[in-house]
């Protein structure tokens, strides 16, 4: 065997491990990242998720919220005769007694009110998807989306090449992409993190002191459940590019890995890019 057979033993070996893997990838990463992106009031249906919540008043999170709220009864009291000593101004205790009882009403039904800003959140998702549909003859999810990359790359021949201009975009796209499951898998965990603190978030509206927790909580979930729906529209324009134009794909699926970034420098909230994430946290290591 002379050196030019071994060069190319050597290419068509590369070029199966890396086919191989890209399948393996397409035939599991896609179909994950649909379920973890678009998420609607089925979230809150977990078995141990309600049982952690203790929707029925007596257990879980409810219950902690709801002694919480005696609290800041005793800690009203308390200030109100203080203020008497002192005295400084202070909300009179009709009006406290009003807040009460409205924000407890809020908490004790705050998981109901949660799957119903989850459910229309998924109506515009599912809406946004029927347009997108109707427009580019697609089915507008991750599942179709490796369909039409690898339709644009020439993928699906066996004459895959990792070292030709499709191969270089197949793995950009690809390992991209695997960087996007891991920050959605980090966005859904923390949608149900803030889920989960629901109740103390709109607890903490009573006092002027502590008001400033809800304003973040509010801020954090909606960019977080937003998300999709700019996801979505993404997709939509990666469906609607040229085919032949494979720069603006590659484009497209890069808008589509930095889109957390975007929604998070227009509505603020929390980062989900796993990758600026490590980043941060390699540079704290080096300071």
């Not at 990242?33 to 008043?57: C, P, R």
């Not at 799957?115 to 003859?137: D, R």
């Amino acid at each position: 065997m002379n050196q030019t057979e071994v060069v190319d033993l050597i290419i068509k070996t590369i070029n199966t491990i890396f086919s191989n893997i890209f399948s393996s990838i397409d035939n599991s990463i896609y179909e994950s990242l649909d379920t973890l992106v678009f998420i609607n009031s089925d979230i809150l249906s977990n078995t141990y998720f309600a049982k952690l919540l203790g929707s029925n008043g007596k257990s879980g999170l409810l219950f902690l919220a709801d002694a919480l709220l005696l609290g800041f009864m005793v800690y009203y009291i308390a200030r109100f005769y203080y203020s008497n000593i002192v005295e400084v101004p202070i909300e009179k205790p009709s009006q406290f007694l009003f807040k009460v009882l409205i924000f407890a009403l809020f908490v004790n039904f705050s998981y109901f009110i949660l799957e119903q800003i989850l459910s229309i959140n998924n109506l515009i998702t599912l809406a946004f998807q029927e347009i997108g549909s109707n427009i580019t003859k697609n089915d507008v999810s991750f599942s179709q989306l490796i369909v039409v990359l690898n339709k644009t790359l020439s993928i699906n021949t066996d004459e895959f090449n990792i070292f030709s201009f499709d191969g270089i975009i197949k793995s950009f796209v690809t390992f991209g992409l695997i960087n996007l499951l891991l920050s959605y898998s980090l966005r859904y965990i923390l949608v149900q993190v803030m889920l989960l603190i629901c109740p103390f978030a709109i607890l903490s509206l009573i006092s002027n002191s502590t008001s400033w927790f809800f304003k973040i909580w509010i801020k954090s979930l909606f960019s977080l459940i937003v998300i999709q729906i700019f996801v979505l529209l993404v997709i939509i324009v990666i469906f609607c590019i040229n085919g032949s134009n494979k720069v603006l794909f590659v484009g497209g699926i890069y808008a589509l890995i930095k889109v957390n970034g975007y929604v998070r420098e227009l509505f603020g909230g929390l980062s989900v890019d796993v990758s600026s994430n490590f980043n941060s946290m390699m540079m704290l290591f080096r300071k």
